[in-house]
């Protein structure tokens, strides 16, 4: 009969199986730990969502009808606008680093610069008042329907607010942090 006071010994078949067992496991996540990361990387440290204040050149209610005023996401910190639809190489939720506050008709609106087609930035035209591609020759109406091809669907709106300052809108996006 054993002894209470004596310690338990393990046997040595009994510790070289948990030995291996250790070293299988541990060699198993070191494999896999960079799969894994690759699938779900941790998100960047300080990104954030929120509305990027960007200035006018005149107040909103001055914009004249017919108009289209370009504006750029702050590169300091580095941030992005997000698209509120798409279609196309455009989907919801896609970056835009420029857009356009337009107004048609007494209303004003903001697109993203970025073409359907293949995502090249579009320009705006004063005398035609369209968005023109450079790329591949896409024009769009200021309404930001397509008038001409190849883009097949419509410039994505970013989603605005008038900011304090009747000189600025608020647009929905995102500081990169980097
Ligand atoms: S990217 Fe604009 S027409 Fe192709």
């Known amino acids: 009969m054993a002894d209470a006071a004596t310690p338990r010994r393990v046997a040595r078949r009994t510790f ?22 690759y699938f779900w990387p941790a998100p960047p440290k300080g990104q954030k969502k929120e509305l990027i204040t960007v200035p006018l050149d005149k107040p909103i ?10 504006i750029l996401a ?20 896609d970056l835009a680093f420029g857009g356009f506050v337009v107004k048609n008709g007494g209303k004003v609106s903001v697109f993203a610069q970025n073409c ?26 200021i309404d930001g329907t397509v008038l001409h091809g190849p883009a097949a669907v419509p410039l994505s709106h970013l989603s605005w607010k008038q900011g304090g300052d009747p000189k600025q ?8 942090g980097f």
């Not at 070289?16 to 990361?37: C, D, E, F, K, R």
């Not at 702050?74 to 939720?93: K, L, R």
């Not at 087609?117 to 008042?129: I, P, R």
């Open 116 to 141: 359907s087609h293949l995502g090249c930035s579009v320009a705006f035209n004063k005398d035609a008042k369209t968005f023109d591609c450079p790329c591949h020759g896409s024009r769009f109406k």
């Open 169 to 176: 809108v608020q647009v929905d996006g995102i500081v990169l």
């Open 16 to 37: 070289l199986g948990w030995w291996l067992a250790s070293l299988m496991t541990a060699t198993v996540i070191t494999g896999l730990a960079p799969i894994l990361v």
């Open 61 to 70: 209610d001055q914009l004249e009808d017919g108009s289209a005023t370009q």
């Open 74 to 93: 702050p590169t300091s910190p580095n941030s992005a606008f997000i698209m509120a639809d798409g279609g196309g190489d455009n989907a919801p939720g």
